[in-house]
């Protein structure tokens, strides 16, 4: 019996060799990558003690700092996503004149330096900018706000939700919905009752994906929110502000409560996405 446990395989054989090696690689890199630094963190916070932890973590500044990380993060993630899937809809259910364009210009928030981005939205949306002359007269002020913190999140995110839903769009079987229709479905109620259905696993990964990119945000931001205390500051902002004044224990502190925030949104969304996969496979 204990011979037999032995000589059990405990992963399934795999047709290209390697394993070991990879595995071994892999957990070094996101040891070294990952691990490490987060535990680096968590410890110093450690050091700090529950009383002074608390006591950073009650401030009303870094809460407020944090709300508004949080908050943003999670609108801009929202607007991702509904219009992120109409873009990944309209890119790959329609064919026109410079699409392959379009297709190009949602990837330029990943390659264009976000002290750039902000710096271009910032001059856009002032009060005196493109865009922002429009908004002025009805008493709109995007620039220097919140709102403008939320628009250069938007910026940056949508490309996370279009990539990651595109991909799942462009392999759905157009069968099952002419099958839908056949069966006497309206187009919206085949785009309810079939398509979104396929398309929530991804779109829950998209949604996280720019939710976290959101979150970490600091370059395309500093320059578009005015960056006032208990107003338009971030909790990126104010960690750095926290360095700058050579108070590292709050600045550790402050990092360790965005990291246990994210992880618990992000833990919650994960959750979702199994619940999502499984609800399909049961339908399916």
Known sequence: MVSGLLTTPWRKPGIIPGFGLAFGYTLFYLTVIILIPLGALVWRTSSLGLSEFLAIASDPRTQKALQISFGSALMAAAINTVFGVLTAWVLVRYRFPGRRLLDAIVDLPFALPTAVAGIALASLYASKGWIGQIFAPLGIKIAFTPLGIVVALVFVGLPFVVRTVQPVMEELDREVEEAAATLGAS??????????????????????????????????????AGNIPFKSEIAPLLIVIRLEEFNYAGATAIASLMLLIAFVMLLVINLLQVWSRRRYADVR
């Open 187 to 224: 187009r919206f109620q085949s785009l309810v009752h079939v398509v979104l259905p396929m398309l929530l696993p991804s779109v829950l990964t998209g949604f996280a994906l720019a939710f976290a990119r959101a979150v970490s945000e600091y370059g395309s931001v500093i320059f578009i």
